[in-house]
């Protein structure tokens, strides 16, 4: 669902959280397929924030 809602411009803001682990091909995608033919098709933000949450770190993308 998240990946559709990306593709389809609906999505203003994400916020990601990142842990200092290498999970490799065992970890889970962050999104589904966006079925994207070229590069310059996938949806652009720009970084608005990024500060340490914990022992994470936690990213704030706007489109």
Same mark, same amino acid.
């Given at each position: 669902m998240a990946a559709?809602?990306?593709?389809? #411009?609906?999505?203003?803001?994400?916020?990601?959280?990142? @842990?200092?682990?290498?999970?490799? *091909? =065992?970890? !889970? &995608?962050?999104? #589904?397929?966006?079925?994207?033919?070229?590069?310059?098709? @996938?949806?652009?933000?720009?970084? *608005? =924030?990024? !500060? &340490?949450?914990? #022992?994470?770190?936690?990213?704030?993308?706007?489109?």
């Amino acid at each position: 669902m998240a990946a559709g809602l990306l593709k389809a #411009g609906l999505v203003d803001e994400l916020v990601v959280f990142h @842990a200092g682990l290498a999970l490799g *091909a =065992e970890g !889970r &995608a962050m999104l #589904g397929p966006l079925e994207l033919g070229r590069l310059a098709e @996938a949806p652009r933000l720009r970084l *608005a =924030e990024m !500060r &340490a949450v914990g #022992g994470d770190a936690m990213s704030r993308w706007v489109r």
